[in-house]
């Protein structure tokens, strides 16, 4: 197989194997609806899949890499080991993924206000991925859908597939009906540090369904205004973890920031470290600076990174954010703003690149380290 | 070498007030904490506002969301700026004691009266 150019020109960086924390793998609702019960299987052949269409415009139409990439065009029809195959084709082999972290497609689920609906297609989709990827390729490493709406829903859905020993993580989509430090969230993540999984928060679904409008200030224009008000939800997220002190309640529990940017926790750290100092006395659970708490409890991914107008600017913000402890590299494939392991870093030296392509997420997900 | 400054009665500063006076031609904060005396330099090290106007405070703490305790009453001074918390015990920041304002070390000399009507001095 010819490898793609960027893995070729890199080759020598690449001789390592990585750690690719965000593979987008499709879920297509017609293998999918094979999971769910009779009733709800009836009901997605009559009604549809109640997918919350895109309000905003995407990357690209599809919002996946225009090439002929995220999917055989010639299976016809194409199952999900045609897929597969073209992923290990596309990614899996010329980027030397080790292991490859699942985070699906279409997290609809997460805007429904039809809970029991939304809890039957994370328990299909979770079993669809169980059997269908995870079982494909030993690299592969999968994420547990729930129906965030409903902890308690939610926490059954985590005790049911999170010991599947290629499970590594419980996603959600940034969009959301309260910032996820709130104690409502509890039960998810006593079911979290239970099973051991790190509790991923990944952008999308901001507005859409049931979720609040994607901005405070209400809902913006555009597609690259969405984009631009992405930190602003995850910041929120982030802020509301430590302020609630769920990290002295669940000193366990890791939380992944997926896709909303990086080098904006640089400067919210400095910011909610400085408050701190002033009103600590109304949070008193809070006990150490939150950026001792971003350190311990959070981790970031990197894609799509941010490359500040100078060199120096990006290593100094790369330490800010505590990249040698809490960075992870990841690719997004196959979406349209993909970062290509291999083009989307300057380049860092070895140990740093290290951490943040391999020994992070080694260390997050409990993966071993590279055979042979 | 310090120098006593004489800044007032004992009975001027109750436990639980403080006084600012001059001594030294410095402004400082005298600080009555439960009987005991002590003396912190009224500029704080953030920004160098007038620490001793601020409010004063316990320490509170929590064993978790939503739980609020109270620890050394009285012995902490917020600074009426930005509110960051000093040890007055000490003129150390609480969570970080390597910022600090200048602490005295303050005596009370009764010269054969009463506690009451004793001298509060400052050694500057
Ligand atoms: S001046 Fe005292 S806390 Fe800022």
Redesign the interface.
Known sequence: MEESEPAVKNKKRLKKTIIDCDIHNETPMNEVKEYLPRFYRDMVDSFGARNVSSIYLNGTPSGRLIEGESRPRSASPRTTKDIVNHYRSKLLDPFHLEYGILTASDYSTHTLPDIDFAAAIASAKNDYIAERWLAEDSRLKGSVFIPKQDPALSAKEINRVGSHPDVVQVIVSSGAEKPYGHRFYYPIYEACVKHNLPFTIHVSMEGLGMNPAPTGAGYVTYYAEYRAARPQVMAAHLASFIYEGVFERFPDLRVVLQESGVMWIAPALWKMDQDWKGLRHQTPWVKKPPSEYFRQNVRVTSQPLEIPPDRELFDKLLTSIHANECLLYCSDYPHWDFDSPAKAFPKLEDGLWERVFYQNAADLYGLPQRKG | MTKGYVVGKVADIPAGSKKLVEAGGRTIGVFNVNGVFYALRNVCPHQGAELCKGLI?P???????????YEREGEII??PW????FDIKSGC?I??PATRTKSYEVTVETFGVSVEEGDIVVHV
């Not at chain 2, 320490?59 to 969301?65: D, L, N």
């Open positions: 405070k320490y509170v703490v929590s064993s978790g969301p939503g739980h609020f305790e917020r600074c930005h509110q960051w918390e920041m969570i970080d």
